[in-house]
């Protein structure tokens, strides 16, 4: 059966491993191609997603999150998500497919809940559980509130925030050819800022928390669920690494660092006001804690203005070998 959910993915994976040569506009939309998994022939609720190695050697997590949820918006019939809670098992393997299983949970007036299981192999990787909604009907009397923004997003600037590229080129020379086309590609499909940058050779400490913004660098379709789901994948990026900031002496580039994802939530609180090509978004990460080995990251996403768009919650292992 798997053989027949297979089909094309060989020439895919190899058009993501040439996504970097491209311009902006290529990329994006073979970042979103690339998160699109493809359904199987004989079971509507089975997919199979391609992977890529970003110097890594192992899948990045946000791409198991933004390929899970996709699968899991192709079972909920236009419905977007509002929420998901996603746990890691064991590292994804980047040479082979993988295979995504949606259990459908429920299908109320408002509300579809999935179950989504990848795996390689037969062995399970990650889960998640998926919540979508449908569009509010306009006939409920709707509360809303903001809390004011703190911190560098009040004065909302990204234009004179750093790029990501400026900010890791003095280091090229200590990263290998993959993290090179990762970090450094000016074609990149996301475009990233960041105020208070800590270099990945840096020692010092810092408080526990980062600001930047976020901006898809090319067009792309004005559908809330690739939005959603495209900040999923971002959203993992560069997470749990804010809580080595306040530990004088740990560096991001540290051969001895160990850090990987164990469960990601997120809450899309206004997804259909994500336009992630069209306007930034502020990025406020904060790592309230670090103990017994792991660490523990909130991140909120704002448009300007102040409307929270998103928020998300992460914990990984934090270690020191």
């Known amino acids: 059966m798997m053989q027949k959910c297979r089909s094309g993915l060989a020439m895919r994976s190899a058009g993501n491993r040439r996504r970097f040569a491209a311009g902006a506009r290529e990329q994006v939309a073979a970042l979103l191609a690339h998160l699109r998994v493809e359904p199987c022939a004989a079971d509507a609720d089975s997919f199979t997603g391609t992977s ?73 990787v990650f889960s998640a559980l998926v919540s979508c909604a449908a569009a509010p009907d306009g006939a409920a009397r709707v509360l809303e509130h903001e809390r004011p ?29 993959p993290l090179k086309d990762l970090y450094l590609n000016e074609a990149a499909p996301l475009e990233l800022r960041h105020e208070n940058y800590r270099s990945p050779v840096d020692g010092a400490a810092y408080e526990p928390d980062t600001t930047s913004y976020l901006r898809v660098a090319a067009p792309m379709p004005a559908d809330a669920r690739a939005h959603a789901t495209l ?73 300007e203005g102040g409307a929270l768009l998103a928020s998300a919650s992460q914990e990984g292992v934090l270690r020191i070998t």
């Open 231 to 303: 900040l999923a994948y971002a959203s993992d990026w560069g997470m749990i690494s804010t809580a080595l900031r306040p530990h004088e002496g740990v560096r991001f580039f540290d051969k001895n660092v160990r850090l990987a994802t164990i469960s990601h939530s997120m809450t899309f609180h206004r997804p259909d006001d994500l336009r992630l090509d069209e306007n930034y978004v502020g990025v406020r990460v904060l790592a309230p804690s670090a103990a017994r080995g792991r660490g523990f990251v909130q991140s909120e996403y704002f448009a």
């Open 149 to 177: 923004i703190t911190g560098g997003l009040g004065a909302w600037d990204p234009a004179g925030a750093p790029r990501l590229q400026d900010l890791m080129r003095p280091y090229a020379d200590m990263m290998p050819a």
């Open 52 to 124: 890529v190695d970003l110097g890594w050697g192992r899948v990045y997590g946000g791409q198991t999150m933004a390929q899970a949820l996709d699968a899991a918006h192709q079972t909920c019939g236009g419905r977007v998500v509002h929420s998901f809670t996603a746990y890691f098992y064991r590292p994804g393997r980047t040479d082979a497919p993988m295979d995504f299983r949606v259990a459908r949970l429920s299908d109320g007036r408002n509300l579809s809940c999935r179950s989504v299981t990848a795996s390689q192999g037969g062995e399970a």
